[in-house]
């Protein structure tokens, strides 16, 4: 499995962003995107988490409000919608894979650990000025 990352870049505070990640050499139908960031200096922390069977979404408290994620199942794309940016959102950003059909009430408690995904991409970065 490859995941390809794309669509970061510098924007200003309060801009928007769209990253995507395409996914490619599996044949597997359902499984789960997640999405994670890693700021200079810090940890890689979770985003959000996308279900390509059922469109089942969660976020980190941080993002809730400014972020969104989508699937397109034809295109195996998944995209993370960044709103509102500001500086603290400065950071590498990263999709990750489950590679199985994971029930709602499932994913919300995999989603959280890094040890759940079975593939990463290489991550983009987003630089947001002030």
């Known amino acids: 499995v490859q995941l390809v990352e794309s669509g970061g870049g510098l924007v200003q505070a309060g801009e928007s962003l769209r990253v995507s990640c395409e996914a490619s050499g599996f044949t597997f139908e359902d499984y789960a995107i997640g999405w994670f960031r890693q700021a200079p200096g810090k940890e890689r922390e979770r985003v959000a988490v996308?279900?390509?069977?059922?469109?089942?979404?969660f976020y980190s408290d941080s993002v809730q409000s400014r972020f969104s994620v989508s699937i397109d199942k034809a295109k195996s794309t998944a995209y993370l919608q960044m709103d509102g940016l500001s500086t603290d959102d400065t950071a590498i950003y990263y999709c990750?894979?489950?590679?199985?059909?994971?029930?709602?009430?499932?994913?919300?408690?995999?989603?959280?650990?890094?040890?759940?995904?079975?593939?990463w991409g290489q991550g983009t970065q987003v630089t947001v000025s002030s």
């Open positions: 990750a894979l489950i590679d199985w059909q994971v029930p709602g009430p499932v994913l919300a408690r995999l989603w959280v650990s890094e040890a759940s995904y079975d593939s």
């Open positions: 996308i279900s390509s069977s059922d469109g089942t979404t």
